[in-house]
């Protein structure tokens, strides 16, 4: 048994799969419900719990992009040279792309949160109208980054049979 492609195996679908849960987990249940939370609750959850999210949201994805690209090149038969090229590279290349968005959007909607969290706190908290824009793109790219990281863990299952 090969125990470098083992632990990059474990490390990738392990982070992947959190990074799967928390995107998915925030765009469904936490933030439709946080929304519908009183300003000074909701102020109070996103002071608690924003930076942490991000945090382990960004690196959790680190580490999966980061062993994903080292089980592309440490694979005996696999390589770079095959993404958008054989069915397996297209399956990769796929997750791959979907991955990269998934990142990008997420950093986007972290520090859309923390201007939330920052408009709550200078106490513009009563002027609904003056956030709706920013709870819009919040809950428009949270659901897009959930779709992305389905399609990557979706496309990353299929690579072997593709
Ligand atoms: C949301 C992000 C991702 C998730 C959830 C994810 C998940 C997974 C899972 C569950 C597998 C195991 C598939 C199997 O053995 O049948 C896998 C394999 C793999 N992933 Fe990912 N992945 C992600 C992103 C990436 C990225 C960005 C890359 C490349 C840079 C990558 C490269 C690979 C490779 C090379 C394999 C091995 C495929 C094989 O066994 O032939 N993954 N991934």
Redesign the pocket.
Known sequence: MDIEILVL?IL??LF??F??GAAVYLALVLEPKLRGLPNEIEREVLQAISKLNSLWITLS?II??GA??A??SR?PG?EMSQLFDTG?GWA?GI??I???L?FFLSGWVGSSTAKLRRALQAEQMSDDDALLPLRTRIAIGSRANAVL?IV??GA??S??VA
């Open positions: 195996r990738h679908i992947g799969v990074w799967v994805a999966t992009i994903g690209f089980l592309i694979t696999r397996w990769i997750g791959l979907a991955s990269l998934a990281v990557a863990v990353m299952a690579a072997r």
